[in-house]
């Protein structure tokens, strides 16, 4: 399986808002509500922001959503924030049974 | 609170197997729905899914590195070993163990440890 694509970065002023693309197939993103965006500073381990396409684990800001159409997912940061910038990574449940990531997204405030 | 570190050789070589272990907190793998994956992460270069088991001893792998891994739980002792033969220098990088969570969603993730392969 291949790793499912996204922007290789995407930015914004602080305030604005940025949206990250997650495109796969319908063997994952299509056929499973099963998408997660993981946001990951330098040096850091991954941190969980979304699940499900659209939920966001308690104590993550809902300036943080997400959503998905039809083979592609989407991750929307509104109100961009100095501490948003990071690289973002999405991830989908998958045909063979198992998980695949993307390519990630770096995401710069300018 | 739900913790999980990581653990192993820090240096490799060419051909040998890996053996890393992840210890962890806050949860039983005896516990139905209950798993625990390995993710990868190469130096400057984008996360990787290599394995994940079950509660029942279910075991899922990456399609492409199947051949390699072997993933074995010890309940009694809250562990995770991730095997992977035949090491190469691509397979360089931080290896990370994570707890699966709702939406089969990797939700807390341990430090990573760093695994160098060079002769």
């Known amino acids: 399986q291949s790793a499912l694509t996204q922007p290789p970065s995407a930015s914004g002023s602080p305030g604005q808002s940025v949206t990250i693309s997650c495109t796969g197939t319908s063997g994952d993103v299509g056929a499973y509500n099963y998408v997660s965006w993981y946001q990951q500073h330098p040096g850091k381990a991954p941190k969980l922001m979304i699940y499900e396409v659209t939920k966001r684990p308690s104590g993550v800001p809902d300036r943080f959503s997400g959503s998905k159409s039809g083979n592609t997912a989407s991750l929307t940061v509104s109100g961009l924030q100095a501490e948003d910038e990071a690289d973002y990574y999405c991830?989908?449940?998958?045909?063979?049974?198992?998980?695949?990531f993307g390519t990630g997204t770096k995401v710069t405030v300018l | 609170q739900i913790t999980l570190k990581e653990s192993g050789p820090t240096l490799v070589k060419p051909t040998e197997t890996l053996r890393v272990t992840c210890t962890f907190s806050g949860f039983s793998l005896s516990t139905s729905g209950v798993g625990v994956g390995w993710i990868r992460q190469p130096p400057g270069k984008a996360l990787e899914w290599l394995a994940l088991i079950y509660w029942d001893d279910d075991k899922r792998y990456s399609p492409s590195l199947k051949s390699r891994l072997i993933i074995t739980k010890d309940t009694s002792k809250n562990q995770v070993v991730l095997t992977m033969t035949n090491m190469d220098p691509v397979d360089t990088g931080t290896y990370y163990c994570a707890h699966l969570g709702g939406g089969l969603s990797l939700d807390y993730w341990g430090q990573g440890t760093l695994v160098t392969v060079s002769s």
């Open positions: 991830s989908s449940y998958a045909d063979s049974k198992n998980w695949v």
